[in-house]
């Protein structure tokens, strides 16, 4: 019975190994999207119409998706992270209320890789705030 446990153990590593592979090969092929967004949401560039736009409303007139927005005042999308957070059920779990303010100086989330390691590293990216003094 050991060997058989040995054998089912060493698969899963190496089942966890591949794994791991794919997502660092994913995370590279998704990085570009990620810099956009993070383009997008911070204001540094505007969103080109066809950003806008969500997949299968292309065919919807300008008045049925027509909105009083003042987008003059507007940079970015303001508490784009904080949303995010409140409207996913386990970062909600775990969001307080006193974690909102600091979530509004959020800027982006990068996830790296670091050498052989099988883990990754989240890096928080904030706007100049007055609860961090590091900006990652």
Not at 32 to 39: E, V
Not at 53 to 65: A, F, L, Q, R
Not at 109 to 116: C, D, L, M, S
Request: net charge negative.
């Amino acid at each position: 019975m050991n060997t058989v446990q040995i054998a089912i153990n060493l698969k899963l590593h190496v089942n966890c190994l591949q794994v791991h592979k794919l997502e660092i090969e994913y995370a590279a092929r998704y990085g570009p999207l990620y810099k956009r967004r993070a383009q997008i949401v911070s204001g540094e560039v505007e969103p080109s119409p066809s950003e806008c736009v969500m997949p299968g409303e292309e065919e919807k007139s300008d008045n049925d998706t027509a909105q009083d927005n003042d987008n003059e005042k507007a940079k970015g999308i303001p508490g784009f992270w904080v949303t995010i957070f409140k409207n996913t059920e386990i970062l909600a779990e775990m969001t307080q209320p006193h974690d909102e303010p600091i979530l509004e100086s959020l800027l982006d989330i990068n996830v790296t890789f670091p050498g052989n390691s099988m883990g990754f590293v989240l890096e928080f990216v904030f706007a100049e705030n007055e609860f961090f003094e590091d900006k990652v």
